[in-house]
């Protein structure tokens, strides 16, 4: 499985950035696709959005539900999220990650990133500033 993150820089507030997700070496709708975020300074990753790639069903967090919007290409095999209305607060590093829609509860994985099953990007930069 690979995931390469791209579309990450710097933004002001209010402004927009569309993150791409590129993803190859598994079966693109037996799988969901999730952006986390890792604030500065913190190890936590906090769960913003998904997609089931099957039925393209979608999850977003508190933080980011009206702003962002997660949308796939299956013929490409690539997921986008669109983040508008920036705020200095969603300065972070972005990951992209998969994982089986066998077992998927969605809260949890947004939660807890359900370690033992997801694949992760190598994560984008996203630098909003004032």
């Known amino acids: 499985v690979q995931l390469v993150e791209s579309g990450g820089g710097m933004a002001q507030t209010g402004g927009s950035l569309t993150l791409s997700c590129a993803a190859s070496?598994?079966?693109?709708?037996?799988?969901?696709i999730g952006w986390f975020r890792q604030l500065p300074g913190t190890q936590n990753r906090e769960g913003i959005s998904m997609i089931g790639l099957y039925d393209h069903s979608t999850y977003y967090g508190d933080s980011t539900r009206g702003r962002f919007t997660i949308a796939s290409d299956n013929a490409k095999n690539t997921v986008y999220l669109e983040m508008k209305d920036l705020k200095v607060e969603d300065t972070a590093t972005y990951f992209c990650?998969?994982?089986?829609?066998?077992?998927?509860?969605?809260?949890?994985?947004?939660?807890?990133?359900?370690?033992?099953?997801?694949?992760w990007g190598q994560g984008t930069q996203v630098t909003v500033s004032s």
């Open positions: 990650a998969a994982r089986p829609l066998s077992g998927l509860s969605v809260k949890r994985w947004m939660y807890s990133g359900d370690p033992g099953s997801t694949y």
């Open positions: 070496g598994f079966i693109f709708d037996d799988y969901a």
